[in-house]
């Protein structure tokens, strides 16, 4: 939320949560997106080389994708940046 938008307060940003199945859920799905330009997450720095270890930002990407199961970051449709998050909450 912090980087998304391109910092427009004008913009807004859409979260969905989904359990899934809906009878016991097993899976959480996670969708954010924003309505900005975008970035591609290629290009995002290495949070632990040394230039960027003790930076106070760069570290949200990094961090879901150590904690969630499967991430998945394309440009929405509608236009700006969807991220996609799967954690498994229940052994299957």
């Not at 391109?6 to 940003?13: E, F, H, M, T």
């Not at 509608?78 to 909450?89: A, N, Q, S, T």
């Amino acid at each position: 939320i912090v980087h998304g938008n391109n910092s427009d307060p004008a913009k807004l940003v859409f979260i969905d949560f989904t359990a899934t199945p809906e009878s016991e859920p097993a899976d959480l799905i996670v969708r954010v997106r924003d309505q900005g330009p975008g970035f591609d997450p290629g290009r995002l720095n290495d949070p632990l080389t040394p230039e960027n270890v003790l930076k106070a930002s760069g570290r949200g990407i990094f961090l879901i994708r150590q904690y969630m199961d499967d991430v998945s970051m394309e440009r929405a449709l509608e236009g700006g940046m969807e991220l996609r998050m799967l954690k498994h909450i229940r052994a299957s």
